[in-house]
């Protein structure tokens, strides 16, 4: 990518560095990776979520939401396949009253007449007010908020940047819409259906259950080496005290934990372990029954080389296969997430799974338009005229 060779300091920095570039008098300025989002701001961001979702209950809470950031036009920049993504940020957008534009396919693009990236981009940054993209180049998008802070320090036309999936690193959005799955799914009010809280009944069963994101076991199974969903989720929940991260890959390098991201979950503060089966014996019982939240993965196909593609084949894989027996075993409060797609193929989670009051997939694919819609809020400072409108309606 040697047109980004002029941000090649500025990439080779510790992540800290960078993230101080990232933001502004204490909001995000473009979000490119799951670091940046702190605890503080993932609460912030979740509860802007609710109060978005709270006044698309009536139409007079359309009509606010509607009018918060219809001054305001994205660009879609999709060149890497994508139905949740782009679909939810384009629905966010239209939440929010956002006009949306869309490049998908470079070839329909003035690339295809040798424009380079960086002059598509700024392309993008003078007729739109923000950026979304995603790209299979791993630093494309982080290359591009520098560009765009470059053009700032030149008091030229700069706009904010959203990294919505870059290459197998960092995917900071569906982290986003992840943690905020999460976090509802350990609220222990929502699905009640009465004003009473589940947690005293939970309680009988589990007696050391809290609620909260803190002091839980996460389980991820499937292609935890070239997952991003995986790669950017874990930073975010290692954050939290008490947290013990289990990694669940069949016994493949590319498929397993690599050693750079054990190494940072480890310094983060989470109990790191790694495992070979949904049934491997934790402290004498199976792991499948002590885990307090599954992320469920595809083994992401695309990446393969010839070598691994065969290798893979001769692969067992029903160790890494939600089976309704196995869902039947976990907590009964226990979420079930997969970022999807889902491989219909190999059959990660079967559909007869779907029915359990565990399987939050859809629901959480539903958050990430909410979220995605309370991150543009927060990009364009508009959280104050949100709470307002939210207010007015109660
Ligand atoms: N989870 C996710 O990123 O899905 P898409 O690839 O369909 O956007």
Redesign the pocket.
Known sequence: MDEFASFNAQLNRPIDAKNVEFQRMGRLKHIINAAQLTPELLQTLCRTADSIRRLAKTRRGNEALKSLLADKRAMLYFTQ??????LSFMAACQILGLTCNEVRDPKTSSEVKRESRTDSIRMFSSYFDIIIM?SQIKDFAECCAYLMNRLEEQEKRSVPVIN??SGSDE?PT?ALLDYYTIDRSFDFDEHSHSVESRLPALRATYPDLVPGVEHKTYAFCGDIGRGR?VRSLARVLAQFPGVSLFFVSADHPDLMLDDQLRQKLKRAGANVQEFHSLEADVNGRPLIEQIDCLYMTRIQREHNSESTEEELKQLDLSPFRLTLDRVHRMKEYAPILH???RDSVIDEIPIEVDNDPRAMYFRQ?RN?MWIRAALLVHLFDAADRLHEADSAAR
Not at 81 to 86: D, G, I, L
């Open positions: 396949p994508s139905t949740r993504t782009f995603r919505a999936g995917h569906q969903t970022p999807f797609p694919a990430g």
